[in-house]
């Protein structure tokens, strides 16, 4: 098994995060993982992405050259990375910013996530990483939902941010309900 | 009146040309080292240039980074081991041009180090040509015409640079006569008090003189320097904390 | 042991702590400021020295002073800083002192940018300082290995009295990944090379560059004498399906993780394609390429710079057996694909050996 991943958005979106709560997922289930992000100068605004590598194996390279998964934030993202999508791969758009009559490749799948709109719903506009995470651990099978929360509330206890717990259950929970 | 015995870790005779003013430094730092009872506790910072032959009559332990380096090295020194005394023994091309960076950072961290600086207005140990403390109008290898403001600014005072710095310990005395001598050691003294106190950086520069570059004898350059270069460059302490 | 997941960056300064690594100095530059911000509190908590200097040339002689005083003392850069470190690494080699420095690579001339890259190699193993030396250089392509070299670079650096380098890239140091952290190793700094004073009837000890107090030829024969010990018995490297291949890439750090994967997918396909990955780059691991099948049509360096640096050392090892070729990607990682297609075409005689890549 190998699933390669690119979480890719707008600086502020939260995309570092979201690829660090995948890899943090998969090395509490042990499975081995990598994580690559833009760096730099691309941290202050811009596009930001990173490369999520799990396997049950040894990883080689941690670049996504054909990403299985990609996590798309912006419009932005989808036209940076849909072209180099693995045939079969699983495309998840923030539909909240994508134009909904984006024509996307027919050999990859689409699943349109109104992540924006749902974490606005839960007064939370800055957890819409969390809503799409919710929505791909569901749709993708990498994860339970329960083995994602405890990862990510253990991730977040140690950031000293364990109060948001809570809050940021609900957002997985909103995406991965839809 | 039989010559003063020099002190034990003066363990052979110095390499200096005839009436160079490094030789009399010398005598006067393991002279005090001596009386202060730390030559074991002593780590010198050399620097590379005539400076450095203190190597080769001092019994003492020393490490020689690149030209210059002496602020770097001696900070590291300090901090790693605090127990030992942290000095250079530098020329002025190496504190105040090449090294200018490092020294004036570490002064401004005012970090508890010594700088023993020879102010020969020259570099020594390639030839004798304009260094920063060369003096309006002096010729040397490389101004022959003499030093002019429009080259090279105005030559350089350590006292004007460093004297609004939050340092410990600045001064400048000179060797042309026993009197001279004797007071070089007290602020050589001093200066090394400081650190063991915790004060800070400590700088003290001595003008020496350079017989073979300057193109004088021994005996001309010792009054070249009380009737020249001692009125361009001020005697004396400026910072004591 | 502890396992965790750490930034490749953060990896290294952890394993150089572990290892007994008790100075560290150096400049912010990226993409390594990791190591910088990790010492700054850890040296605290282990009762070692942090400095920032004010420059990389202060950084790189508080490390040499450092190292003098017996501290087990590490500095870190990337490409620019490394161009102002090799003046002062120059004089830790002729001195004899094992400090040890770890150079974070970035592409570009001059400035550069902080993208990964890997152009500092021909600085790294071909001296770059003044004078004829090499340096014990070590490639990490893991975070794994960023703690597990920097670990032992030390005792390293200590058995041959010579200084190690590190040489990683922006991607290993900016990548995470678990890792096991070794235990802590007590390191006495007082060791009896170390200057410490000299106490009354001692000789004393002058740690510099300058072979004043050793014959000259003498000393020159016993750092010869060194150099060919060192070439002989530290080769390090690892190869992945050599010995049948039609085709040999050779890449180390974050290249050699893409042409790992390249090997999988080529052979996949029923294409033979072998690595053999350097782990030391100094010295060289000639003997790796011993296994290579004389039936094989050519050796590929994989590198992320322009003119294919590491090329000059296959072509010194295989002496015209093969021919060599460089697939130099600027700025860029390659892709895996892209690895597999060049190697294809150089099976099917399709590239040119080029002179200057």
């Not at chain 1, 923030?94 to 606005?120: E, F, G, Q």
């Amino acid at each position: 098994m190998i699933r390669r991943v690119i979480c890719a958005g707008l600086g502020g979106q939260g995309v570092l995060t979201a690829g660090k709560l995948l890899m943090y997922a998969a090395y509490d289930k042990e499975l081995s993982v990598t994580w690559f992000p833009s760096y730099g100068n691309e941290m202050r605004g811009g596009n930001a992405n990173c490369n999520v590598i799990i396997s049950d194996k040894k990883i080689a390279t941690p670049y996504a050259d054909h990403p299985d998964i990609l996590i798309a934030m912006s419009t932005s993202a989808v036209d940076i990375y849909e072209g180099s999508m693995a045939p079969g791969g699983t495309l998840y758009v923030n539909s909240s910013m994508v134009d909904p009559d984006r024509k996307y490749r027919d050999d990859i799948k689409v699943v349109k996530v109104p992540a924006t709109d749902l974490a606005i719903e839960l007064k939370s506009e800055r957890n819409a990483n969390l809503c799409m995470l919710g929505s791909v651990i569901k749709d993708s099978e990498l994860f339970s939902r329960k083995e994602f929360e405890d990862s990510m509330c253990s991730y977040f206890e140690k950031q000293g941010k364990g109060r948001f717990n809570e809050g940021n259950c609900k957002c997985v929970e909103a995406g991965y309900g839809l | 009146m039989p010559a003063r015995k020099a002190p034990d870790l003066m363990y052979a005779e110095n390499r200096f040309c005839a009436g160079c003013g490094h030789g009399i430094f010398d005598r006067i730092l393991g002279e005090v080292l001596t009386e202060m009872g730390i030559v074991q506790d002593t780590i010198i910072c050399s620097d590379i240039g005539c400076n450095h032959q203190f190597q080769f009559c001092m019994r003492v332990d020393a490490i020689v980074p690149p030209h210059g380096k002496m602020g770097a090295a001696l900070t590291a020194q300090k901090h790693v081991r605090p127990d030992k005394y942290a000095l250079t023994i530098c020329g002025d091309g190496g504190a105040y041009a090449i090294g200018l960076g490092e020294t004036m950072a570490a002064a401004t961290r005012n970090e508890n180090v010594t700088f023993f600086v020879m102010n020969n207005t020259v570099y020594g140990m390639t030839g004798g040509q304009l260094a920063p403390t060369t003096m309006m109008g002096q010729k040397t290898a490389s101004s022959k015409a003499g030093r002019t403001y429009e080259e090279y600014g105005e030559n350089f005072d350590v006292f004007k640079v460093m004297q609004g710095l939050d340092i410990a310990y600045l001064a400048r005395t000179s060797v042309t006569n026993p009197g001279n001598i004797a007071k070089t050691k007290k602020f050589v003294r001093k200066a090394l008090e400081k650190q063991r106190d915790g004060k800070g950086f400590s700088l003290v520069e001595v003008l020496v003189p350079c017989p073979t570059n300057w193109g004088m004898t021994p005996v001309k350059s010792m009054e070249y320097i009380d009737q020249v270069v001692s009125t361009q460059y001020q005697l004396g302490e400026l910072i004591d904390k | 042991m502890e396992k965790r997941i750490m930034k490749g960056n953060e990896a290294l300064a952890e394993g150089a702590v572990r290892g007994g690594c008790r100075f560290y100095a150096g400049y912010p530059i990226t993409p390594q400021s990791e190591i910088l911000e990790w010492m700054s509190w850890r040296q605290k908590e282990v009762g070692g020295v942090f400095i920032q200097g004010e420059s990389e040339i202060a950084s790189v002689n508080m490390t040499f002073a450092a190292r003098s005083l017996g501290a087990r003392a590490l500095t870190s850069t990337s490409g620019p800083g490394f161009s102002l470190y090799q003046e002062g690494i120059a004089y830790w080699v002729s001195a004899g002192v094992p400090a040890v420095v770890a150079c974070v690579q970035r592409f570009g001339i001059g400035d550069g940018f902080i993208s990964a890259g890997q152009d500092n190699y021909w600085q790294a193993v071909k001296g770059g300082g003044n004078g004829d030396y090499h340096l014990i250089t070590l490639a990490p392509n893991s975070v794994q290995e960023n703690v597990d070299m920097a670990y032992e670079s030390f005792a390293l650096a200590e058995k041959w009295m010579h200084p190690v380098l590190i040489l990683s890239d922006g991607t290993i140091g900016q990548m995470m990944e678990p890792c096991v952290l070794p235990p802590m190793v007590d390191y006495d700094m007082d060791q009896p090379w170390a200057v410490k004073g000299c106490k009354d009837g001692e000789k004393n000890k002058v740690i510099t560059d300058i072979t004043y107090f050793q014959d000259i030829d003498e000393w020159n024969a016993g750092y010869l004498k060194k150099m060919r010990e060192i070439s002989e018995t530290e080769q390090r490297w690892e190869s992945f399906c050599v010995e049948d291949a039609d085709i040999v890439l050779v890449a180390y750090g974050i290249s050699s993780r893409v042409a790992e994967s390249a090997v999988h997918q080529a052979r996949e396909e029923g294409f033979k394609l072998g690595l053999i990955r350097p782990i030391t780059l100094w010295p060289y691991p000639r003997k790796a390429f011993k296994e290579i099948p004389d039936t094989c049509r050519g050796v590929i360096t994989v590198e992320v710079n322009m003119m294919g640096q590491m090329r000059d050392d296959v072509i010194i090892t295989v002496k015209g057996k093969f021919p060599t070729f460089a697939l130099t990607t600027n700025q860029r990682i390659a892709k895996v694909d892209q690895v597999v297609q060049y190697a294809k075409d150089v099976y099917d005689g399709k590239i040119r050996e080029e002179e200057v890549y």
